[in-house]
Nanobody, 122 residues
C-alpha cells in the first residue's frame, strides 16, 4: 500500500511558477514509478508527467514540455512537479499517482492522492 498526499497548489498569475509536492508513505515508494495528472472541470483526466523509480526515465505531455519538471527524492519519499511559465489553461486539480511501471495512462496507476488545486489567472 502507498498513501499519497499532494501539496503546493494555489493561485498564481500567468507566467508565474509553483512547485507541487507529493509525499508518500510506505517503505516501497522507491520501487514505484510516479505520475502527475490533472483534471479541469468538465474535462477528462490528462497526463502531465511521469518518472521511473530511479529517475532515469521521464515522460512529459507535449503541452507542458519545456515548462514543467518532474523529479523525485527517494530518501524523502517525495515526488515534485516544478511548474514554470504557467498559463490559464494549466488550471486544474493536480493529482500524483503511483504505479509499479512507468506509464502515461492514468488507468494503469494503482494509488492516488486527493489532489491539489492550481489556478492560473490571466
Amino acid at each position: 500500500q502507498v498513501q499519497l498526499v499532494e501539496s503546493g497548489g494555489g493561485l498564481v498569475q500567468a507566467g508565474g511558477s509553483l512547485r507541487l509536492s507529493c509525499a508518500a508513505s510506505g517503505r516501497t515508494f522507491s520501487t514505484y514509478a510516479m505520475g502527475w495528472f490533472r483534471q479541469a472541470p468538465g474535462k477528462e483526466r490528462e497526463f502531465v508527467a511521469a518518472i521511473s523509480w530511479s529517475g532515469a526515465n521521464i515522460y512529459y505531455a507535449d503541452s507542458v514540455k519545456g515548462r514543467f519538471t518532474i523529479s523525485r527524492d527517494n530518501a524523502k519519499n517525495t515526488v515534485y512537479l516544478q511548474m514554470n511559465s504557467l498559463k490559464p489553461e494549466d488550471t486544474a486539480a493536480y493529482y500524483c499517482a503511483a504505479n509499479p511501471t512507468l506509464s502515461y495512462r492514468w488507468t494503469e496507476y494503482d494509488y492516488w492522492g486527493q489532489g491539489t488545486q492550481v489556478t492560473v489567472s490571466s
